[in-house]
């Protein structure tokens, strides 16, 4: 299976300060993910990480609340702006590879919001 | 609509005992492919089994089984042989449009919360 890992495991943060998490993928990840998701609730794609591009924003995610990075094709980083308790959540990111495109997660980002 | 809909949101099954998750889906391409996820309480996610649309057997990995009953559009997962250590969540989720090796992200359930008695 394909290795993500993804720093940091949780946090606390304060309200309206900025958190940026990090994953590292093995070189066999073609397509990279980063989902959300709120306590008790299912996950929600927030974006495709693009290479050396910007990323592809789903419904309701914006670039200037989650910006994302992906300079080369084994890392990327999500950023949370200007936090409040609303963005709680795990933070997943995720990739595809092989012939089903079976999706692989990292460890998730747990942040709690004050 | 939903295009992924699992109906249990909290199931009890007894140690050793078989456990049918219920995941049913709704989605107007030819081509798709349907996944089972684990999630325990630390929180990442493990993928279970995949069933591709096009394939005529059920998917099975070890004690998990997928019915896959195409017609109504239900995609169930069979644990057997549940173990204390099949407590979780369980998300059901689709892709749509992989003719052509299409990786694009997955939809996913609401999720059921599987609890294995003792």
């Known amino acids: 299976s394909a290795v993500i890992s993804q720093k940091p495991s949780r946090d606390i943060c304060q309200r309206g300060t900025s958190l940026t998490i990090q994953c590292q993928v093995d070189?066999?990840?073609?397509?990279m993910f980063w989902y959300r998701q709120q306590p008790g609730q299912s996950l929600t794609l927030i974006a495709t990480a693009n290479q050396g591009s910007e990323a592809t924003y789903e419904s309701g995610f914006v670039i200037d609340k989650f910006p994302i990075s992906r300079p080369n094709l084994t890392f990327s980083t999500l950023t949370v702006s200007n936090m409040s308790p609303e963005d709680s959540s795990i933070y997943l990111c995720s990739g595809t590879r092989g012939n089903t495109g079976e999706l692989f997660f990292g460890e998730g980002s747990r942040l709690t919001v004050l | 609509a939903q295009k992924i809909t699992q109906t249990q949101p909290g199931m009890f099954v007894q140690e050793k005992e078989a456990v049918t998750l219920d995941c049913t889906y709704d989605t107007s391409d030819q081509s798709y492919g349907l996944f089972w996820y684990k999630q325990p309480s630390s929180g990442e996610m493990i993928f279970l089994i995949y069933q591709g649309s096009y394939d005529e057997q059920n998917a099975t990995e070890g004690r998990y089984s997928l019915n896959f009953q195409k017609a109504r559009k239900s995609a169930n997962l069979v644990i057997s042989a549940s173990q204390l250590g099949d407590s979780a969540m369980y998300f059901c989720?689709?892709?749509?449009?992989?003719?052509?090796?299409?990786?694009?992200?997955?939809?996913f359930g609401k999720g059921t919360k599987l609890s294995v008695k003792p």
């Open positions: 989720a689709m892709r749509e449009h992989i003719y052509g090796g299409s990786q694009g992200n997955l939809i």
């Open positions: 070189s066999q990840v073609t397509m």
